[in-house]
């Protein structure tokens, strides 16, 4: 994934250039050709005669969001449609952030594993009429503006996971050679359970050591949700111009697994020994290198530097 433009990690950075007024009728439709088994393609080519039909100028970009031009990028338009995973809608979101413009409205329409910033939003799709419902959403325009973050840099939306979590999605990367279902999670969750190794880190928030260096789990976020929808980060506030911070201690595999089944419920800030607290800037190290997760793809490995960038995503919403 691109990095982020150096400056944009500059917290007195004040706003980025606006590219998205509503009186346009352009709406711009990125599709991962891949997503949803090839779905993709299919979905968007739909779209664009829909909105076409009524009265919209749709713009379709079915490649990789690298090859689009700057120029295009800073043209007005009413949306911006993302059709795939949280992955691609990260990629499309750095792309124009990562030249210091901010995103017109962002419509998800999900067809990755996850799908976390769709139903965070609540945006419930019906198939056989979405033309007709996206065409609504847009022609309405109800905008929902989100903090957003960088870690080393590189923009996500979601959540920053440090450990286990995210050693599943470095396997997972490693092993994977197309789309995937929630089944492609199994043998790498295998794997790393298998190889898992208790890992000191030391976690620093705005400036003050929260965790000192032990074995621990550590997620930075703006949203409640994770994985299949279970609240990691329950009390998180999306536009509150704060990150949400969880650190767990984990020092085996017996209690990595009762972590993971009370997180199922809801129940692990209760009786671990668990932190969590609320900051704009978060520092995680460890004694040895300990992988990264940023919105459910690989990372790289600590240190990682966390920052809250001064501006936020708008998203569409019904």
């Not at 903090?147 to 080393?152: E, M, S």
């Not at 209690?255 to 704009?280: D, M, N, P, T, W």
Request: one cysteine or more; glycine letters at 10%.
């Amino acid at each position: 994934m691109p990095r982020l433009a150096g400056r944009l990690g500059d917290p007195l950075m004040a706003q980025l250039a606006d590219s998205s007024p509503s009186q346009s009728s352009d709406v711009w439709i990125f599709a991962n050709p891949i997503s949803g088994k090839g779905q993709g393609r299919v979905i968007a080519q739909r779209l664009e005669r829909s909105l076409s039909a009524d009265g919209f100028r749709p713009r379709l970009f079915v490649e990789k969001t690298s090859a689009i031009s700057d120029r295009i990028l800073s043209e007005p338009a009413r949306a911006v449609i993302v059709i795939g995973g949280d992955g691609t809608l990260r990629a499309v979101a750095d792309r124009f952030i990562s030249h210091d413009i901010t995103p017109p409205p962002i419509l998800p329409i999900g067809l990755g594993t996850a799908n976390l910033m769709v139903r965070h939003l609540g945006l419930k799709w019906d198939r056989s009429n979405l033309g007709s419902e996206v065409t609504s959403a847009i022609s309405n325009l109800r905008v929902r503006e989100l903090d957003a973050g960088c870690a080393n840099g590189r923009l996500f939306l979601l959540m920053v996971g440090v450990g286990f979590d995210a050693q599943i999605v470095h396997e997972l990367d490693r092993m994977r050679s197309g789309p995937i279902g929630w089944l492609s999670y199994v043998p790498p969750a295998a794997l790393a359970l298998h190889e898992f190794t208790p890992q000191p880190m030391q976690v620093i928030v705005d400036g003050e050591e929260v965790w000192p260096m032990a074995p621990g789990l550590a997620f930075v976020g703006n949203v409640r949700e994770y994985g299949v929808g279970f609240p990691v980060l329950p009390f998180a506030t999306p536009n509150d111009g704060l990150f949400d911070i969880c650190v767990l201690p984990c020092e085996s595999r017996t209690q990595l697994i009762r972590l993971f089944l009370h997180a199922i419920a809801g129940e692990h800030l209760v009786g671990h020994g668990s932190v969590y607290l609320r900051g704009k800037h978060v520092q995680i190290s460890g004694s040895r290198s300990i992988p990264v997760q940023i919105d459910g793809d690989p990372g790289g490995h600590t240190p990682v530097d966390i920052n809250l960038l001064p501006f936020r995503v708008p998203f569409i919403v019904r």
